[in-house]
């Protein structure tokens, strides 16, 4: 009798039961997963970026540059929900950009967005990716520390963000995106975030120019333990920019986690052991180094490939990032002052060609095979990717930093570069012994 | 009076302090500083950007004592501070024209 009533009550509730799984539920777990790695990844823009760099940079300029950190954070939070949010992830338009709909977040809310996450709200989405957005420019600041004018610097954030970080977003992100739908992987922003920072890094060292005095002066790092708290920070946050770009407490994202944690150990290593061989002594400043590089590699191959290939991964990253930064930057004689190129143009322009190597869809079904498991397909769409975004990126930030010469200028004079940014551009200094 | 001006290695620091006070003397001042002798720097890399440190940190400690004490005590502090290696320092002995001690307006050895 009472498993007749329980038939009947079911029945009756069945179709109401129905109705309320209809608009996609918010998964609790998912969502505490992302909004604490959305927690982590502003932790590497702010203080962990921000200390890496005023480490290597001298005395006179270590407010300036922990400044610049801290108001790319301010200044893209704000671009993000006013406009950069909806440009990258808004709907389609010819696969190039997203449209204005969701400008100030208009119909952005709590809801999920299955197109992007189906089990977190549309807000802990957006929020998360503010990060990546936030970290992007902050990353280029490296290129052309010690010397550019603040005004110029704020200015060249916003139009960065805008005209380059945001269609690329999309190109890669966004539903419609054209690299998207080619096929191209990038499971955490090695190719938006590290190759486009790395590119721009390229262009603001060329346009900007040598500091005054660079290969004549003693350029040395006034304090690497800044230094390295900073690479201890990034590591850290990291974990939320990979493991979280799963969106969900899943599997995926242990994947992401373990591979994050095992390629930094073997580049740090890798970055240690050949600068050993090469200069007779292994440097703190080496292995923390190398730990960014290979964060910076295993970014695009996260979600898609296994343990032992991110051990190989992180030690070919840690050497190629290293042969870069003390071989190809002396001879070509750019000066790329705290190495963003070196470290994320070129870690990331490996670690994309590396996930077409190594991916496999024994990792997630939702990737692909590289070259390595028998499809030699990816490879090509990763080179496309690699081409595109570093092309776009290089050649719009050139044209920005033109015009921002051009009209308001972008360095500081000589005898300010002298007394150093902290005293001429603020008015402040870091240490008062 | 005299002083006595002694650089040392910085480590060295602490066996020079302990000989002033077997000699009874109250007083001592002492500064970092860098600079170059016989004993050459030292080269760092940072990234592969070599950089010469010509400058290296020593410790320079400065006494007035009476006539009497001031051979002694340079020669307590040369034993102290002695290595064996190059970079040990160098000690410099001057004549001191008067001393003054501020709080009391006491002059000569009365003030040291």
Redesign the interface.
């Known amino acids: 009798m009472k498993s007749i009533i329980y038939a009947i009550a079911i029945l009756l509730f069945l179709p109401f039961v129905a109705f309320a799984e209809g608009p996609p539920a918010v998964d609790t777990g998912d969502t505490a997963w992302v909004l604490i790695s959305t927690a982590f990844v502003f932790l590497m823009t702010a203080p962990g970026l921000a200390l890496f760099y005023a480490g290597m940079v001298r005395r006179k300029n270590v407010l300036g540059t922990i400044m610049q950190s801290f108001a790319v954070l301010c200044v893209v939070s704000i671009q993000w929900v006013l406009l950069g949010y909806s440009l990258a992830f808004g709907p389609d338009n010819w696969g190039l950009i997203g449209g204005l709909e969701w400008v100030g977040l208009s119909g952005v809310g709590q809801e999920p967005n299955a197109d992007y996450a189906a089990t977190i709200p549309h807000q802990a989405f957006m929020i998360f990716q503010m990060m990546f957005a936030v970290i992007t420019p902050a990353l280029i600041t490296g290129a052309f520390a010690e010397r550019m004018k603040f005004s110029a610097f704020i200015i060249f954030t916003l139009l960065w963000t805008t005209i380059v970080y945001d269609p690329l977003a999309h190109w890669v992100w966004g539903v419609g995106g054209w690299l998207r739908e080619l096929g191209a992987l990038d499971f955490a922003g090695g190719t938006v975030v590290h190759i486009s920072s790395g590119a721009a890094a390229l262009a603001t060292a060329l346009v900007v120019g040598r500091r005054k005095g660079y290969k004549t002066d003693v350029m040395m790092p006034h304090n690497l333990p800044l230094t390295v708290l900073g690479a201890g920070l990034l590591w850290f946050g990291w974990f939320g920019f990979n493991a979280g770009s799963a969106l969900g407490a899943n599997g995926l994202a242990a994947t992401a986690f373990l591979v994050t944690n095992t390629a930094a150990a073997a580049a740090a290593l890798s970055w240690m052991g050949a600068e050993w061989l090469h200069r007779g002594k292994p440097t703190m400043l080496g292995l923390a180094s190398g730990l960014v590089a290979g964060l910076v590699a295993i970014t695009p191959a996260a979600g898609f490939v296994g343990p032992v290939s991110s051990i190989i991964l992180g030690l070919a990253a840690g050497v190629v990032c290293y042969a870069a930064v003390s071989y190809i930057k002396p001879l070509l004689g750019y000066d790329d002052s705290l190495d963003a190129f070196g470290i994320h143009g070129v870690g990331g322009i490996w670690g994309a060609i590396a996930t077409g190597l190594f991916a496999t869809t024994a990792v997630n079904a939702a990737g692909a095979d590289g070259l390595f498991f028998g499809n030699s397909e990816l490879i090509l769409k990763q080179f496309i990717a690699i081409g595109a975004s570093a092309a776009y990126s290089f050649l719009v930030t050139f044209g920005i930093l033109k015009v921002i010469d051009w009209t308001v200028g972008l360095r500081v004079c000589d005898e300010d570069e002298l007394r150093g940014l902290d005293i001429t551009q603020h008015s402040e200094s870091g240490y008062s012994l | 009076m005299k002083k006595v001006e002694a650089i040392i290695k910085p480590h060295k620091l602490d066996e020079v302090k302990s000989v002033l006070g077997e000699l009874n003397i109250e007083g001592m001042t002492v500064t970092e500083v860098k600079g170059f002798g016989r004993q050459k720097g030292h080269s760092?890399?940072?990234?592969?950007?070599e950089?010469q440190v010509d400058f290296l940190p020593k410790i320079k400690v400065e006494v007035v004592t009476t006539d009497d004490l001031a051979a002694k005590l340079a020669e307590a502090i040369m034993n102290a501070a002695r290595t064996g290696k190059i970079g040990d320092g160098k000690i410099f002995i001057s004549v001191v024209e008067d001393s003054i001690r501020i709080r009391t307006g006491e002059h000569g050895s009365d003030a040291l």
């Open positions: 760092e890399v940072y990234r592969g950007a950089y």
